[in-house]
Nanobody
């Protein structure tokens, strides 16, 4: 199983980024997917989840209305669209399914 995140970077407050997580080595369309983040010096926290068919999504309250999780089962990829970014969104963002984790991609929100 491999999960490879991409799309992180430096963005100004109020800006947007779209993260991608490319999955391989398992039946992607059969499993729910999750995004987590780990802010500097803090514990990892759950951000968003999506069911295997993409029909049901859930969000951490502090990102609801700003972040959108989606997936393309034909491309074995899950996305996290992040808008209205705030400095407190700065973190390493990782995708997860079952017991597997990607290495993460760093998002820095700063002016």
């Amino acid at each position: 199983v491999q999960l490879v995140e991409s799309g992180g970077g430096l963005v100004q407050p109020g800006g947007s980024l779209r993260l991608s997580c490319a999955a391989s080595g398992f039946a992607f369309r059969s499993y729910g997917m999750r995004w987590y983040r780990q802010p500097p010096g803090k514990e990892r926290e759950w951000v968003a989840s999506i069911t295997s068919d993409g029909e049901i999504t859930n969000y951490k309250p502090s990102v609801m209305g700003r972040f959108t999780i989606s997936r393309d089962n034909a491309k074995n990829t899950v996305y996290l669209e992040m808008n209205s970014l705030k400095p407190e969104d700065t973190a390493v963002y990782s995708c997860n399914t079952q017991t597997y984790w990607g290495k993460g991609t760093l998002v820095t929100v700063s002016s």
